[in-house]
Antibody, heavy 122, light 108 residues
Framework: QVQLVQSGAEVKKPGASVKVSCKAS????????MHWVRQAPGQGLEWMGW????????NYAQKFQGWVTMTSDTSITTAYMELNRLTSDDTAMYYC???????????????WGQGTLVTVSS | ENVLTQSPGTLSLSPGERATLSCRAS???????LAWYQQKPGQAPRLLIH???SRATGIPDRFSGSGSGTDFTLTISRLEPEDFAVYYC?????????FGQGTKVEIK
């Protein structure tokens, strides 16, 4: 069965960076874009971008361009999301999710990780 | 971008009742590429419906989706206790894909 297991919660100071991992199993890792979606406390869902594990290609939401980096390592079927220059507004749950249509964009999200809480506080 | 507006914000119903949730898009959703998700407190969202009306794997048939163009509906025919949650719609027919703000279905 498909599983996405994310790294543990993080506490960061303003201005720092955070890197969240997402270990995938149960499917062909290179066949599906890996998306990242975040959710601030009590708020809705916000798509951040995707990485194509097949070739490392990326597509970021305009809001995040220049301060997010998404990568993948096919040898360990793991995707990463790094967010720089953190502020308190970046305090949120960060989810990885697979695209339901594989390597199509835009797409819906059929499998989700359990989420990684990132707290930004001085 | 295609803005999705969900209504109502909160729906107060009793177990066994029918729930009707609306999702309206500011632009026509290409190819009826509209999905619905359920999210319970402390959990990741769960895909219910894609392609406006196709149930995801393992989703009970009391959940159904309908609509096209700019107006879409999620119907829960008879609410079970485990159905009380927040529901989000998402369109993926136009780039960038976008989410609605959510409808909370709460116990009356």
């Amino acid at each position: 069965q498909v599983q996405l297991v994310q790294s543990g919660a993080e506490v960061k100071k303003p201005g720092a960076s955070v890197k969240v991992s997402c270990k995938a199993s149960g499917y062909t890792f290179t066949g599906f874009y890996m998306h990242w979606v975040r959710q601030a406390p009590g708020q809705g869902l916000e798509w951040m971008g995707w990485v194509n594990p097949n070739n490392g290609g990326t597509n970021y939401a305009q809001k995040f361009q220049g301060w997010v980096t998404m990568t993948s390592d096919t040898s360990i079927t793991t995707a990463y999301m790094e967010l720089n220059r953190l502020t308190s507004d970046d305090t949120a749950m960060y989810y990885c999710a697979t695209g339901g249509r594989g390597s199509s964009w835009p797409d819906y999200f059929d499998y989700w990780g359990q989420g990684t809480l990132v707290t930004v506080s001085s | 971008e295609n803005v999705l507006t969900q209504s109502p914000g909160t729906l107060s119903l009793s177990p066994g009742e029918r729930a009707t949730l609306s999702c309206r898009a500011s632009q026509s959703v290409s190819s009826s590429y509209l999905a619905w998700y359920q999210q319970k407190p402390g959990q990741a969202p769960r895909l219910l419906i894609h392609g406006a009306s196709s149930r995801a794997t393992g989703i009970p048939d009391r959940f159904s989706g309908s609509g096209s163009g700019t107006d879409f509906t999620l119907t829960i025919s008879r609410l079970e206790p485990e159905d009380f949650a927040v529901y989000y719609c998402q369109q993926y027919g136009n780039s960038p894909q976008t989410f609605g703000q959510g409808t909370k279905v709460e116990i009356k």
